[in-house]
T-cell receptor, first 111, second 120 residues
Framework: GQQLNQSPQSMFIQEGEDVSMNCTSSSIFNTWLWYKQDPGEGPVLLIA?????ELTSNGRLTAQFGITRKDSFLNISASIPSDVGIYFC???????????FGAGTTVTVRA | GAVVSQHPSRVICKSGTSVKIECRSLDFQATTMFWYRQFPKKSLMLMAT?????????EQGVEKDKFLINHASLTLSTLTVTSAHPEDSSFYIC????????????????FGPGTRLTVL
């Protein structure tokens, strides 16, 4: 599928800090998904977004479906060591059952 | 969240042998499953779409005779890597598509834990 533009590629953060990452696309999407992958594991779904402008939280995670339907962001508040991992965004275009993925954001937390 | 299992979690085989990987959706029915391949520090690369009761749809560049897919039931898809060679060594991940069945409703993919294949 089409590659999404995900940034930043990696980040080192202090424990307790807030983290923000985003994905953009040149195409309109009707679904945005955010996953977290730990080493040697499969991606785990964090948040699913289905409506433009939708803002959804899951614990310390908050994600938004951009109003233009071409972008989405994920925020992690008050980061903790277990937030370490690779975060992927994924999107689906209308009438397409396949997902497009971002390249991932690697998060490393300094204690 | 929905649960998808994969078996085996890791396999080591000799060059020339075939390896079968199973993907099961444990708490929902999935008419569509997907098989991905992931290289180190890279994103997921879709190999094929597995459709229950019909032939799989392969992405461009993926050899259908080498990567055999069978989706015999609504909860099970299998990927068989035939005549495996060292270049087939990789992390293979399946996902199962879960939908609400209505337009504009839930439509997402839940991933299995992955299978690490090493071909000697």
């Amino acid at each position: 599928g089409q590659q999404l533009n995900q940034s930043p590629q990696s980040m080192f953060i202090q424990e307790g800090e807030d983290v923000s990452m985003n994905c953009t696309s040149s195409s309109i999407f009707n679904t945005w998904l955010w996953y977290k992958q730990d080493p040697g594991e499969g991606p785990v779904l964090l948040i699913a977004l289905y409506k433009a402008g939708e803002l959804t939280s899951n614990g310390r995670l908050t994600a938004q479906f951009g109003i233009t339907r071409k972008d989405s962001f994920l925020n992690i508040s008050a980061s903790i060591p277990s937030d370490v991992g690779i975060y992927f965004c994924a999107g689906r275009r209308t009438n397409d059952y396949k997902l497009s993925f971002g390249a991932g954001t690697t998060v490393t937390v300094r204690a | 969240g929905a649960v998808v299992s994969q078996h085996p979690s890791r396999v080591i085989c000799k060059s020339g042998t075939s390896v079968k990987i199973e993907c099961r959706s444990l708490d929902f029915q999935a008419t569509t499953m997907f098989w991905y391949r992931q290289f180190p520090k890279k994103s997921l690369m879709l190999m094929a779409t597995s459709n229950e009761g019909s032939k799989a749809t392969y992405e461009q560049g993926v050899e259908k005779d080498k990567f055999l897919i069978n989706h015999a039931s609504l909860t099970l898809s299998t990927l068989t890597v035939t005549s495996a060679h060292p270049e087939d060594s990789s992390f293979y991940i399946c996902s199962a598509r879960r939908t609400s069945g209505r337009a504009g409703g839930i439509d997402t993919q839940y991933f299995g834990p992955g299978t690490r294949l090493t071909v000697l």
